[in-house]
Every structure is written in structure tokens, then in C-alpha cells.
């Protein structure tokens, strides 16, 4: 088996709702802070992002209702909290460009996808408006 190239990337989960529920305006890529049992079990796949979004807080942004299953071959003191708010990693131009633009009436904060990218476990986070219900084509 060849060893991974440093740009390869393998997707870990995707959220294909809310492409159909948001229309998105703009998209970033962002590293996530994680625990050690949170990023073995990424690389298992074992990432939910159904109801995950994110909020700028201060001088950064948090990711919230993003569920990374136990690590299942770690003792239950050492494991972490499946849905604790995860620190995301972007330069601070990028921190105020969203926030000035999630600020504005109807716009939010939401994961597309994780995936890995070389050795690094990152989220495509989209800046996207609510559709009304009769709007989903």
C-alpha cells in the first residue's frame, strides 16, 4: 500500500442536508482543537455533524453539537465528551470576516464536512442563509 501524499484527503463525514436546508455564500477551512481519543476515533470515522454549528465567541470561533463517538480502546477516566464545544483553528482576518458577516440578520455558522487532510483533521465551515421550506429545490 503507498503511503499517503501530504495533500491527500479522505472525507470522515459530510453534512448533504444542509446544502439542500442553507444556501451557502461563502466556505473556510478550519483545523479543529482536539484530545488524542477524539482524533483516533476521526480517523475511525466515527464523526456526526447532523446538528453541529459554530459561533463566534470573543476572539474565536466554537464549534458546537459536533458528536465524535467514545474511542472504543480507551479506558472510560481517560475518554472525552462526545458533543463538547471544540475550538476551531483560523487566522484572525478570517475570525472577523465572519463575524462581521454571521452578525447580519438570517446568516450562520455550519460545518460541511471533516475530513483529513495529510496528518491534519479539518472542517469546511460554511457562512449560509436559511431557506424557507418552499424554497428546497
Known amino acids: 500500500m503507498a503511503k499517503p501524499t501530504k495533500d491527500e484527503i479522505r472525507e470522515l463525514a459530510s453534512n448533504r442536508q444542509a446544502r439542500r436546508d442553507y444556501e ?3 466556505t473556510f477551512e478550519a483545523g479543529m482543537v482536539l484530545l488524542g481519543t477524539e482524533v483516533k476515533s476521526c480517523r475511525l ?7 453541529a454549528y459554530a459561533r463566534p465567541q470573543g476572539d474565536k470561533v466554537v464549534l458546537y453539537k459536533l ?7 480507551a479506558s472510560v477516566d481517560a475518554n472525552h465528551d462526545p458533543e463538547r464545544p471544540r475550538t476551531l483553528l483560523l487566522k484572525a482576518h478570517e475570525i472577523r470576516r465572519l463575524i462581521g458577516k454571521s452578525e447580519r440578520a438570517g446568516y450562520t455558522l455550519i460545518p460541511l464536512r471533516v475530513y483529513l487532510k495529510g496528518a491534519w483533521i479539518k472542517v469546511e465551515l460554511a457562512l449560509a442563509r ?8
Open 24 to 26: 451557502i455564500e461563502d
Open 45 to 51: 470515522g466515527r464523526v456526526q455533524l447532523k446538528d
Open 67 to 73: 458528536h465524535i463517538a467514545h474511542y472504543t480502546h
Open 130 to 137: 436559511g431557506r424557507s421550506t418552499h424554497e428546497k429545490r
